[in-house]
């Protein structure tokens, strides 16, 4: 559970929406304009601080971006957490 | 099919030009360059343009004389990049000794570099310093066949069609590679002041320092008038970017404030033709 609140907290701080609007199935990659390269680096970043997660665990690719669904289950298993 | 016809032109060109001595291939390709530059009045009057705002105490014949040996030294720099194995011999490293230190190390580090002359050097420079570069590189659609002047140089290049190449970008720093990101360019990603101007700059370079916390280098090339090039590599940031928006925003700012000493140091080497102030 800490995971997911900390990557929804994360990406509603960068892309400035309400903690209610984001769900699994909302997309995120190339819907908003804060999610370019600064933004992608910066969320790793933040994950690596507030999860002490080494973000070279992280299979980066572009469907770990796609949705906040796929983000916290590649966030949670770069850190051995089991996935829903 | 035009794709296919301006590849194929392209490469017939390119093979016609390496039957000649590189002098002459010089010769051909800046009087070409001059005819282009005066004879095409969006390219000319682009680099005045920009060339008023560096040196606005200049006639515009003397702007006009930096904007059309730019261009020269530009085109026979980018023709140069079809036969990059052979320019081996004809480069000059000129750093210190911190610098190759820098290298030398395996933690990787971020290179920002300049279009100046033949740019396309830094990377293949770096590569034989290294052994270990990526670069991002803007592909044009109808020379589908310069990723393999790259391959051939055991350059790893990123094409910037290519979809996300921003994690592609992030993998090579996680993999500790030197990464050659051009940085002069304009892109809505950070404000910087560049000739006294207020602009936009990509953030790159600066990114790659602070997600793989390495240094930063920065690198431009000057093709000198025995036609040998210098490849000028500084130390720029010695450890790495702190992960905020603030310091990369900094970083970028003091990178540009460097780019345009060094502009002004050569101001025939860099690209002045390109729309890099824009509203």
Redesign the interface.
Known sequence: MKVESVVKSSVCSLINIHESELHENTLL?GQYAEL???G???L??EFE?KLNLN??NIE???ELFESFGSLVTGVKCAIGEKVN | MKHFIASNLITFIVFLLKLLKRDTRKSIVFWLAEKIIMGFEKTKCRALSNLRVAYPYNTDEENLRIAVRSYQNIAFGVVECFWLQELEQQIDIVCDAQTLDILSREGGVSIATMHTSCFELVPFAIQHLTGNVTTLSKIPKFLSKAKSIYHSANIDVIDKHD??P??A???AS?DNRAVCLHSDHYAQ??PVSFFGCKTQAP??AA?IS??GKMPILMCYTVLKDNNRYDVVIERFVDGYVD?N?EE?SLTMGKLYQRFEEVIYKHPEQWYWSYNRFRP
């Open positions: 990659f370019d390269s600064m992608v680096v910066m790793l970043m601080e973000t070279s980066l690719s572009a | 979809s996300n921003i994690i970008l992030l993998k996680r990603e950070t953030t790159g990114l602070s997600y992960n928006k990369i």
